[in-house]
């Protein structure tokens, strides 16, 4: 898995964030639900970066699974956005489409650091 794909995707990503953030702010007046994918939307990117200079393997591993967590949970806020119809069908399908394309990245970077630490003892 090349590590800057995915710098790169989870950068976009929480830049697509940032912009729902305002939105939601702005136009929607909702204030809540948008601080919390804020908070988590943009955190997958910051603990991908963090991996990027991880103490080892295992603690790589560690903040990889983190950002795991962070994008799952910010599934679930679009989820509750389009359901409670903040965020149209559209708006929804677009940025999960990547948010899911991230998971599945994050996964597949896991379940390979987490081999190589596996065959090196």
């Not at 080892?56 to 949970?73: P, R, T």
């Amino acid at each position: 898995m090349n590590e800057s794909i995915l710098k790169t995707k989870s950068f976009k990503f929480a830049v697509r964030i940032v912009n729902l953030y305002k939105h939601l702010c702005d136009n929607k007046r909702e204030f809540v639900l948008s601080k919390q994918i804020l908070r988590s939307g943009t955190s997958v990117g910051a603990n991908i970066r963090e991996a990027e200079h991880s103490e080892g393997k295992a603690d790589f591993v560690h903040k990889m699974a983190i950002s795991q967590k962070e994008i799952n949970e910010t599934i679930y806020w679009l989820e509750l956005l389009q359901a409670t119809e903040y965020i149209s069908k559209q708006e929804f399908e677009s940025i999960n489409a990547y948010a899911v394309e991230i998971i599945k990245m994050l996964t597949s970077s896991i379940k390979t650091a987490k081999s190589k630490l596996t065959t090196n003892r």
